[in-house]
């Protein structure tokens, strides 16, 4: 880490190095023109005078040319220094950027062989415990439980995965149909109380209007953000699930009681890669995939997601869909 520091530091030295010689030059340019230009028209004086001619009228013909000269060296100077200023910035912001993809994409790597490799080694070490020791029914089912809680894990991040390369590269195709909203809700209420048997759920839904979607995207949208509720909030607190009719929309609120999102996170938190706090202060499982592909599908669907406070903790997320009819 320290030597691409140290190559990374290097790489802007240069490019800010070069940077100053280019100006340095340009201004070099200009300061040589100029004084080009004053000897020229010295040197024309001095041949007017050597030759007795004394006309006004000749005199304010040089004069007009050096004029006419400085002000074309001043102005395509400046067009030169402004463009290359505006260049200088766009290389540099974009030299920003691609470092930055690179630190998430190397964070990305670190959280997606973490997260494989924890579910793997529990599953393992309760399946070799099943297999060397004569447990109990609740035991038995306890260590089952578990493991199957960390291969729901492992399916989550491997569908995001592949979803994500596939919408990324424009493999995957949107399959459209009609979706009773009371039906599709209820399913995924009744997976997560199966999946998560520990975790408490509470759930409202209002309405049994119709929308058109993908089942499979729209599912994986709503169990992100359910899979993202029950990671960053405390064991001991409920989720509640809501779906109701807003006008000419149907609103699906995923409500915790969790750590809360700062309110200059809120944009950041959809976007590729990105998880709340630093490396060091991360304590939450994730690779900073799902809520992004929650905003591509939402999208995708012509609708919007977004998040609000809860009170008097915790956040809200919000999945706002047209509605059929």
Not at 210 to 237: C, H, R, W
Request: aromatic share 10%; proline share 2%.
């Amino acid at each position: 880490m320290g030597h691409k520091s140290r190559k990374i530091k290097f790489i802007f030295l240069f490019y800010w190095f070069l940077l100053a010689y280019i100006i340095v030059a340009l201004v070099w340019w200009y300061i040589a023109l100029s004084k080009q230009n004053e000897q020229m028209a010295a040197f024309k004086i001095h041949i007017l005078q050597t030759k007795g001619q004394s006309s006004s009228t000749a005199y304010q013909v040089i004069l007009k040319e050096k004029n006419r000269k400085t002000k074309q060296y001043i102005g395509e100077g400046a067009i030169f220094f402004l463009l290359i200023v505006a260049g200088a910035g766009f290389v540099y912001a974009a030299i920003r950027k691609q470092f930055a993809i690179s630190q998430q994409q190397q964070n990305f790597m670190m959280a997606v062989t973490h997260e494989l490799k924890t579910p793997i080694a529990v599953t393992k070490l309760n399946l070799e415990t099943l297999q060397k020791r004569k447990l109990d029914d609740q035991q038995q089912f306890s260590l089952l439980n578990n493991t199957i809680q960390e291969a729901n894990r492992m399916n989550i991040l491997c569908d995001n995965l592949l979803l994500s390369s596939q919408m990324e590269a424009g493999g995957y195709q949107i399959t459209t149909e009609k979706i009773s909203i009371s039906v599709f809700m209820q399913k995924i209420i009744d997976d997560c109380k199966i999946r998560y048997p520990f975790k408490m759920f509470e759930s409202t839904i209002q309405t049994d209007a119709t929308i058109e979607g993908d089942p499979f995207l729209l599912q994986m949208a709503v169990n992100n953000l359910i899979d993202n509720a029950i990671k960053y909030s405390p064991k001991d607190t409920s989720i509640e699930i809501k779906a109701e009719q807003k006008n000419e929309t149907i609103l699906v609120s995923i409500i915790d009681q969790g750590i809360g999102i700062a309110a200059n996170e809120k944009k950041k938190i959809f976007k590729k890669f990105y998880r709340i706090g630093t490396e060091a202060t991360k304590k939450a499982k994730g690779t900073g995939l799902g809520l992004y592909l929650v905003d591509k599908i939402i999208k995708g669907h012509e609708g919007k997601v977004f998040v609000q406070n809860n009170e008097p903790k915790g956040s809200i997320f919000f999945i706002e869909l047209k509605k059929l009819g």
